[in-house]
């Protein structure tokens, strides 16, 4: 919980900060692509990953191949300033409003 003062009175008021915590996920183009490995889901939201099964572990290996993931957005081949619009500006604007904000970034 937060809580701010209100008024000239100098009371305070309690607020509900409990926000739902948002996943992304940024895929950046490289040379070396993997697109027989990782597909992405038409709603720009799922991704999923399938990597080949290691013959060298032999037939039955109890290998995991396959993994999907759901999020709140997917971003490929996007642009700094669309990750940024997307990702980070409300919890910048929050946290200059004095509220905690966190965020993740990764490769």
Known sequence: MMWR??????????????KKVHAFVRVRPSDDFAHDMIRFGSD?????????????????NNQQT???????GVLHD?????????VAKAVVAQALDGYNGTGLTGV
């Open 44 to 60: 720009n939201k799922t991704i999923d990953i399938h990597l080949k099964k290691d013959t060298r572990r032999g037939v039955v």
């Open 66 to 72: 396959d993994w999907s993931f759901k999020l709140d």
């Open 78 to 86: 996007a642009s700094q300033e669309l990750v940024y619009d997307t």
């Open 5 to 18: 003062q209100s008024g000239h009175r100098h009371r305070l008021t309690r607020m509900s900060t409990r």
